[in-house]
């Protein structure tokens, strides 16, 4: 018998998570979040900030290109707070570039991604700092988020339905019923350093770089292949619009206006450990002489600061930036025989909102809860409204 309100336990607290524990919740389930440190503490917080129109992958990565226009419309109608709409830039600088240019249209106009052709002469009007010697632009529905706030209004959107946040509350195990199936979690509350467990009908894995190693503790394989990217902050916001360059995906080829900074980004690499992802200075350099080919007043003005953040990219036998950028949802019951257990991952921030409606889709049908997800027909809450008090229940 399905209870009156099914209970939902939702590990990890970035975008996604926040995303999801808001559908759930709003769909009428209990929902517990554990998140190891704080909220986005992970990928979420140290993203680029951009709001993808899908146009850097329109080409060879369609089904990510759609996904990413298609929530950009969404959010930035749900999120305005978060966002600012300010336009992007796909500018050439060489004739290997131009080449590029029929690809490129082709696949915009196959992903219904509104792309507009202007003047070298109009582009250097409207952002001064460009490279002088670009030889063509297009502008896209790009634009950059506020990854703080983003998270923030998912998850103060949650709490209004009755989800409750467990920060610093890491998962070490999981639990079993006599069948091998999954009925919740051991986790320890980092802030008393004490254990504790969490029952529920449904735990679902929202780590992302980190599934895999979440999903081992249940005896469960997930693909994911941590694949790391440098980006690197400048103290001076040069250029109002996003500026890509139009090329296949590469290395600094994303100039981002965010707050009073210019972001440059990124590389991409594979690595074992997501926790532990050292920041190379021969990226930095590479991530500073990218930044200076799009704006070459970029070669003068301090570095603030330079991060990096592991992508949850989906493995199998493609590695690097050949992986796909979209998402899978993965039933550990169909894949693997253990129910109980749903993991997500993959996927851009752009797309948190759609994962998570995806996820709980599935959810629902796996104990027989006919709810439909509404979350994208309802302005989040404000992102201040996080702030109030929550914690572990007694």
């Known amino acids: ?25 709003q769909r009428g389930f209990a929902v517990d979040i554990l ?36 929530e950009n419309i969404i959010l930035r ?8 709409f300010n336009g992007g830039y796909f500018i050439s600088l060489n004739e290997e570039d131009l080449a590029y240019a029929p690809a490129f249209i082709a696949g915009a106009q196959d992903c219904g991604i509104p792309l507009e052709e202007i003047g070298v002469k109009q582009s250097l009007e409207t952002e001064p700092a460009l490279n002088p010697q670009i030889l063509t632009a297009y502008r896209v529905p790009d634009g950059s988020f506020d990854p703080l706030r983003l998270g923030m209004a998912f998850a103060a959107s949650a709490i209004n339905y009755g989800a409750v946040f467990h ?10 019923d006599g069948k091998g199936n999954v009925i919740g979690v051991n986790a320890v509350d980092r802030h008393a350093n004490r254990p504790v467990a969490f029952q529920a009908d449904i735990t679902i894995n929202a780590t992302g770089a980190w599934a895999g ?7 469960v394989p997930v693909p994911v292949r941590p694949t790391p990217g440098i980006m690197v902050a400048y103290e001076k916001r040069v250029t109002q619009h996003v500026i890509n360059r139009l090329c296949e995906p590469a290395d600094g080829d994303i100039l981002l206006p965010q707050r009073r900074m210019a972001v440059i980004g990124t590389t991409s ?7 532990y992802i050292p920041v190379d200075p021969d990226q930095i350099q590479n991530m500073h002489k990218r930044a200076a080919m799009l704006v070459p007043e970029l070669q003068n003005i301090k570095m603030r600061g330079a991060y990096m953040s592991a992508r949850p990219l989906i493995g199998g036998m493609m590695s690097g930036r050949s992986l796909s950028r979209t998402f899978k949802c993965y039933d550990h019951k169909e894949n693997d025989g253990v129910d109980g257990l749903v993991t997500v991952t993959g996927g851009k921030a752009t797309t948190c909102r759609v994962m998570a ?7 629902c049908q796996k104990i027989g809860w006919e709810r439909p997800g509404e979350t994208q027909h309802y302005p989040l809450a404000d992102y201040h409204r996080y702030y109030q008090p929550r914690g572990l229940q007694p």
């Open 77 to 84: 109608k749900i999120a305005k707070q978060c966002i600012e």
């Open 1 to 25: 018998m399905t209870p009156s309100k099914p209970t939902a336990i939702v590990i990890g607290a970035g975008f996604t998570g926040c995303a999801l524990a808001y559908d759930l919740a």
């Open 213 to 219: 190693k979440v999903a081992e503790m249940a005896r």
């Open 35 to 70: 998140e190891r440190g704080e909220l986005t503490s992970g990928t979420s917080g140290r993203t680029h900030g951009l709001l993808h129109s899908g146009a850097r992958y329109c080409v060879a990565d369609k089904e990510a290109a759609i996904e990413c226009i298609q």
């Open 167 to 176: 920060t610093f509350v890491e998962v070490t195990g999981f639990l079993f």
């Open 357 to 363: 409606e995806k996820t709980a889709d599935l959810v």
């Open 269 to 275: 690499f594979e690595v074992e450990d997501a926790d």
